[in-house]
């Protein structure tokens, strides 16, 4: 029991959440209680500039996952578009480590490319994003080494994340969660001990990133035996040609969806610190910054377990994948029902007895955004579900949802001010379900309401219920 415990994707992934969460609760109420408004601003901003920077992944990152995930099941390269439509269950052939070794250093060559990329959209969307918020500041040199310091760390991050999508892809997705979690745990007691020590911008930056740099690094060192084992380096695999069709063909349907998540996910927090003043600002970034954490937590306790949902559906196991899924669904939405409820009963009491320079937002913006993570996480979870059948619909839907996106906040903001992203995030979604309807279920072989009559909709009706209560009782304070 204790060994299947240890060895667990959802509970390392957990072990790894919680740390991560844990982090947050000590570190944020510390730094949004030591540094300024300003510096507050700038500190949430540089995470939504890196992350609409990673937009040059292009989807390579899950493209990479799931055909190593494919040709380690035993799928050969030629076999990978076929995958959309078994539905039996089929014994793949056995591993073929030529096929297998060409796929990884593709990946390698790929990325070597796209880390170029990465660093030069860093420095230019920085500048042209931070350039205003920075010079706030008291010292605007500061909020500049400040910002060195995360597009150095960050693009060794970007290029070392190889070896995290080679474990995951053969299955160590638990060990990839076990080692971020362990380190996570000693970053921990670094990072709190900066923050009651030096609690300066450049200091708390620089601990977050050694603490990033070190998951990476340890990634790596745990992932060469298992690379010296499965990888040849005299590989003579003849048809690359079809090796960099499948994989171009996937990443670039699944960049058109990564480039609109990221936009639609992170533009509010860029123009909200672009329209608004720093003290408001700041509160609206924090509780942003709040939900993303609940979204990756929920997030993280679905991707533990899409390696094994992409090896169920190689093989065309409907019968074990749909129960499978559901469970999985299960426990991701009860994250965030949990992560959501706390929030609401003790979140602006903690902040107020601590002091803090900055308060969750509203009631009602507090309420949008948790219905548009329900919304996101459903939506990606059927992007995700549909891409481990190789059918990649997202690069058609996400684009969908970001139009309507873009045209309901230009609508709306007059009337609606900050809390139009998350009602326009929501209601895009709404409008695209009948799109994902009709062209997703059908690649596992039910229908919407066959399905998520038993998983999304009732997880709604909750949290329309646990809503309801708070709007009559805000007992968050």
Do not use: C
């Not at 990465?118 to 920075?134: D, K, M």
């Not at 003290?279 to 993280?300: C, G, H, P, Y």
């Not at 803090?356 to 937002?361: D, E, M, P, R, S």
């Not at 690649?443 to 066959?450: A, L």
Request: net charge positive.
């Amino acid at each position: 029991m204790i060994k299947r415990f240890f060895n667990s994707a959802i509970i390392n992934s957990w072990f790894n959440s919680f740390i991560v969460v844990a982090t947050s609760i000590i570190a944020i109420p510390i730094v949004i209680s030591k540094l300024s408004i300003e510096e507050i601003n700038v500190w949430f901003l540089f995470a939504a500039v890196v992350s609409l920077s990673q937009g040059v992944l292009l989807g390579f990152n899950s493209t990479f996952v799931r055909f190593i995930v494919y040709s380690y099941s035993g799928v050969k390269i030629r076999e990978f578009q076929q995958i959309k439509i078994k539905k039996e269950n089929i014994n793949p052939d056995e591993f073929d480590k030529n096929e297998f070794s060409a796929i990884y250093h593709m990946m390698v060559k790929v990325y070597n490319i796209l880390t170029l990329f990465y660093t030069s959209i860093l420095v230019l969307a920085g500048y042209a994003v931070l350039r205003s918020p920075i010079s706030a500041l008291s010292s605007a040199s500061e909020g500049w080494i400040a910002w060195i310091i995360i597009a150095i760390s960050t693009t060794l991050s970007f290029r070392l994340g190889v070896f995290q999508i080679f474990l995951e892809g053969i299955g160590k997705v638990a060990l990839v969660q076990r080692i971020k979690g362990a380190v996570s745990l000693v970053g921990l007691v670094m990072i709190i001990t900066v923050l009651l020590i030096t609690p300066t911008l450049i200091s708390i930056v620089l601990v977050y990133q050694i603490v990033a740099l070190a998951i990476a690094f340890s990634i790596s060192f745990y992932s060469y035996r298992e690379r010296r084992l499965l990888v040849d380096l005299n590989y003579s695999y003849a048809n690359k040609r079809l090796l960099r069709s499948n994989i171009f063909t996937s990443a670039w349907k699944s960049g058109i969806t990564t480039i609109s998540a990221n936009t639609i996910q992170h533009i509010s927090s860029i123009a909200v610190s672009q329209l608004f003043p720093p003290a408001q600002s700041a509160s609206f970034l924090f509780t942003k910054r709040i939900f993303d954490i609940m979204e990756v937590f929920t997030q993280t306790t679905f991707q533990a377990r899409l390696p094994t949902i992409a090896k169920i559906r190689s093989r065309g196991d409907i019968k074990a994948l749909i129960p499978y899924l559901r469970q999985t669904q299960y426990f991701a939405y009860a994250v965030f029902i949990a992560g959501f409820i706390v929030l609401i009963t003790v979140g602006n009491k903690l902040l107020s007895m601590m002091n803090t320079n900055v308060l969750l937002g509203d009631q009602l913006l507090i309420i949008l955004f948790s219905f548009s993570i329900i919304f996101r996480r459903w939506l990606g979870f059927s992007m995700a579900i549909s891409n481990q059948s190789n059918h990649l619909i997202d690069f058609i839907i996400i684009p969908l949802t970001g139009l309507s996106f873009f045209i309901l906040t230009y609508a709306l903001y007059p009337l609606m001010g900050v809390h139009v992203f998350p009602f326009a995030q929501i209601f895009s979604i709404i409008l695209v379900i009948p799109f994902v309807a009709k062209m997703y279920y059908p690649v596992i072989y039910t229908s919407f309401f066959k399905y998520e009559i038993k998983t999304l909709i009732p997880i709604v009706g909750l949290l329309i219920l646990i809503n309801l209560l708070f709007y009559l009782n805000p007992i968050q304070g």
